[in-house]
């Protein structure tokens, strides 16, 4: 359907001698997405290059549920760069912390009255969708109350109806590529959407032009995050030895009775670092609601279930300022409500059975696909809960052959990591990075976005 209404267009101005570039830029828009531009930003004083639209992707009539996006299209080559989508992890966190946070255009000032320009955001090589998912994230709903205890296949449901919705509503990106990406519990969101879009590729009538998923610092499952965390600690030196040798010779891998107590006396010590980027520091302000919920949403979730530019620790609670704004609300077409970067209820609902949930058949369903997917997992090399060490442990048990191993790659003449290209996937760390790559190293996070669109990753 989509694919049909772009080749129509582009007929329709092959008969009038002309190019999509020829065109006025409105008339490449339908009137629904038209309703959605945003004409103007508050609190944002530079001038900007680049088309943006907001508003909700309605994925279930009858229940009224709705997914708040926010798209902006590249300041490169619009009509020519590839769709990326990106939601943030949780699970129950915006995606709109990436996009004023991480990868997003736009960065909150401190008062969280006004926005500036980022000078690394990805949309400056691609057209990117940010939404927040699922319905209760953010400024998404829902107008039944059962949507808002969900899980893994549910959301993946809904994310690749909001797909289908954001290309019915700007078909011109039919035949663009289209990428999905996330980081954290994304390690569940995004081999589960990629499993969902192409098993609606092979049935459905409007397809997807997948080009793969692009996975950062991802939870897999809790055994190899208790690794990932204690163990990387351990690397850096921030435990003692008798203590780490005890937990790693009793629990590592497994549950046992001891390792609760072991485990509450290695966070004890950890207790006044920033466990998802240990080199860093933490948010120390008053008003502080604990910055970066995301992550803090996904470490209790996984004690829960049994185990465990210039970097600006707070800045995620300007970003709730701004977005509380009214005009802010109004000027992207939200509901006005209170906006919070992480939604408690659906996290505390979430099915709890899928954290245990391994992705590796997740991960060899894909690459083993028809589609020639491009997969890459990437994984900041300072970040403990969803650490590098943890990610090794069970990427390499896929058992798929390694074509080129550990590799240094560079940014500014300096080594910013390393990548291990398998049959199939590549491995990439970034040096230095804690778990949201894009905040603690946005210029190599990137060079890597670019590395992964040119198939250099």
């Known amino acids: 359907m989509f694919r049909a209404t772009a080749l129509l267009f582009a007929g329709f101005l092959l008969l009038l001698g002309t190019s999509a570039l020829d065109v006025p830029s409105s008339t490449r828009y339908t009137s629904a997405a038209l309703s959605d531009e945003i004409s103007a930003l508050p609190g944002l004083s530079q001038t900007i290059s680049f088309k943006q639209f907001s508003g909700y992707l309605e994925v279930n009539k009858d229940h009224g549920k709705n997914i708040f996006y926010w798209f902006v299209e590249s300041q490169n080559d619009p009509v020519n760069d590839p ?63 059962s949507d808002y205890n969900t899980g893994d296949l549910k959301a993946a449901d809904d994310n690749y109806l909001a797909i289908l919705q954001f290309l019915e509503r700007f078909p011109q990106y039919d035949a663009n590529k289209f990428y999905i990406s996330s980081e954290s519990y994304g390690g569940h969101y995004m081999p589960t959407l990629a499993k969902r879009i192409v098993e609606g590729n092979t049935v459905a009538a409007a397809k997807i032009n997948f080009g793969g998923l692009l996975v950062g610092n991802p939870y897999n499952f809790p055994e190899e995050n208790a690794l990932g ?178 590799t240094p790659w560079k940014v500014n003449e300096q080594v910013a990591g390393f990548v291990t290209k398998f049959k199939g996937f590549n491995f990439v760390t970034v040096h230095t990075a804690g778990h949201e790559v894009p905040t603690y190293q946005p210029a190599r996070a990137l060079v890597l976005l670019k590395n992964y669109l040119s198939g250099k990753f």
């Open 229 to 406: 965390m204690f163990g990387t600690a351990w690397g850096h030196q921030l435990l003692p030895k008798p203590l780490y040798d005890q937990w790693s010779a009793k629990c590592q891998g497994r549950r046992a009775t001891q390792c609760d107590d072991l485990e509450k006396k290695m966070e004890s010590i950890l207790s006044g670092l920033n466990p998802y980027s240990l080199d860093t520091p933490v948010c120390t302000e008053e008003t502080a609601r604990g910055g970066r919920m995301q992550r803090y949403f996904l470490l209790n979730k996984i004690k829960k279930s049994g185990a465990l530019g210039k970097y600006e620790p707070c800045e995620s609670n300007y970003a709730e300022a701004y977005l509380n704004r009214a005009d802010v609300q109004k000027a992207i077409h939200a509901r006005p409500v209170e906006w919070e970067e992480c939604n408690m209820a659906i996290n505390v609902n979430w099915n709890q059975t899928d954290l245990s949930v391994h992705m590796e058949p997740f991960y060899r369903y894909l690459i083993d696909s028809a589609e020639d997917l491009h997969i890459v997992i990437y994984s900041g090399d300072d970040d403990s809960v969803c650490g590098t060490m943890g990610t090794q442990s069970w990427l390499y048990d896929l058992g798929y052959p390694i074509v080129e191993e550990w």
């Open 83 to 145: 769709v990326l989508l990106w939601t943030n992890g949780g699970p129950g966190c915006s995606g709109l912390v990436g996009f004023m946070t991480e990868n997003g255009p736009f960065r909150p000032t401190k008062d969280g009255q006004s926005v500036s320009l980022n000078n690394f955001s990805w949309n400056t090589v691609a057209n990117v969708l940010f939404v927040e998912q699922p319905a209760g994230v953010g400024f998404s709903y829902s107008n039944e109350k």
